[in-house]
């Protein structure tokens, strides 16, 4: 496969090299491990220090995992257990309803789909595993930003800089995203139709933490043609939310 941004794989593979090892590593072991020049393995150990993924141990001449690598790797301890706890209830979501189903949190002002359940004859959507999309966009967002303190919501969309669309469609200035979460606090769930992909709705409720704060947003995302279920649909998406609060409190 063709390497589309070779510098960032190269870091990867540094990372990579660094992480395997029990003990810190000098420069030159990378270097030959990967087979790159030692300024080139500099540079990116340099890069890698800067953001601190890599901690330079000067004494020693050797590098080993920075801060940021182990906040990545606790982020990542902190998912897997929420991942596990959404699955069943994703999974049973899909079945009652017959529509795709996912499950996100939010990372900054995007969110993050950790679950993707297909339904048997739906079509394939752009939210699979791992992808990161505007959470002003998505009904998965939109129901994760309407249970963040407005401030919080505020400093993620400052002015109308912070906005775009990808079909001209959702909110575009920090006025209309505040109409749009006052609607999904109103109604207890998010909507949204051809913002992302023409021709499908998406309907999303957010599961919450002992403080109301969003832990992942449960979504179904169905074909137009079936916007006449939109209220049993929506009431799926509140339960299984709920589901996972409470198993959450527990």
Known sequence: MERRA???AQALDVLRVISGSVEPVSASHIARELGLARSTT?????????????RHHAERRRYGLGIAAHELGSAYQRQAPLRRMAQPIINRLVDEAGHNGHF?????????????ERAPGRPVLISEVGVRLPAHLTASGL??????????VRALFPSKEAFFTR???????????????T?????GYAFEQGWIMPDLASVSAAAVDDNGLPLGSFTL??????????????????????RLSERVRH
Not at 183 to 187: A, E, F
């Open 6 to 8: 070779p510098a960032a």
């Open 42 to 54: 500099y540079y990116l150990l340099d890069v890698l220090i800067e953001h601190g993924y890599v």
């Open 104 to 116: 996100a949190i939010l990372h900054g002002s995007d969110v993050v789909y950790l679950i993707e």
């Open 143 to 152: 129901a994760l930003l309407a249970r963040l303190p407005v401030p919080q």
């Open 167 to 181: 079909r001209g469609l959702g909110p575009q200035s920090p006025t209309e995203l505040r109409r749009a979460l």
């Open 183 to 187: 609607t999904v606090r109103r109604d």
């Open 221 to 242: 995302t169905f074909a137009e043609e079936h916007l006449d279920t939109l209220p049993a649909l929506a009431a799926l998406v509140v339960q299984a939310a709920e």
